[in-house]
């Protein structure tokens, strides 16, 4: 396996229709070619030597783009951190908001495409 499109779940994905609620769209994930692969990455870490306290970053790769790009500094996006004494109790607080944009973004949000000079 040289990438995450290499996987067996990318590949059932590209066979899945896509299900917003109970209603089964026309269409598979990742059938149009502008569709994107977001990444979520986080790990807690102790920022100084007595480790008494953590900080747990929240990053989202863009695996559309090659491998050797997408890990750059540049390229991540990066959502906030997480502070605390230990790990969060309760993370799912913090990635909420995060999920309501994603459903969004799985819903469909309008989009210009530069190169074919078309909405979409």
């Given at each position: 396996?040289?990438?995450?499109?290499?996987?067996?779940?990318?590949?059932?994905?590209?066979?899945?229709?896509?299900?917003?609620?109970?209603?089964?769209?026309?269409?598979?994930?990742?059938?149009?070619?502008r569709?994107?692969?977001?990444?979520?990455?986080?790990?807690?870490?102790?920022?100084?030597?007595?480790?008494?306290?953590t900080?747990?970053?929240?990053?989202?790769?863009?695996y559309n783009?090659?491998?050797?790009?997408?890990?750059?500094?540049?390229?991540?996006?990066?959502?906030g951190?997480?502070?605390?004494?230990?790990?969060?109790?309760?993370?799912?607080?913090?990635?909420?908001?995060?999920?309501?944009?994603?459903?969004?973004?799985?819903?469909g949000?309008?989009?210009?495409?530069?190169?074919?000079?078309?909405?979409?």
């Amino acid at each position: 396996m040289a990438d995450i499109f290499d996987g067996t779940h990318y590949r059932s994905l590209l066979k899945t229709p896509v299900t917003i609620g109970d209603e089964e769209l026309p269409m598979w994930f990742f059938s149009d070619p502008r569709d994107i692969a977001l990444g979520l990455s986080t790990d807690g870490f102790g920022p100084f030597k007595r480790r008494n306290k953590t900080a747990w970053p929240l990053i989202i790769f863009n695996y559309n783009l090659p491998p050797k790009e997408r890990f750059l500094k540049a390229n991540i996006i990066s959502l906030g951190t997480i502070p605390g004494p230990k790990k969060p109790s309760d993370m799912d607080s913090f990635l909420w908001p995060l999920v309501q944009e994603l459903l969004q973004l799985e819903i469909g949000v309008s989009a210009f495409d530069v190169i074919a000079q078309v909405s979409f």
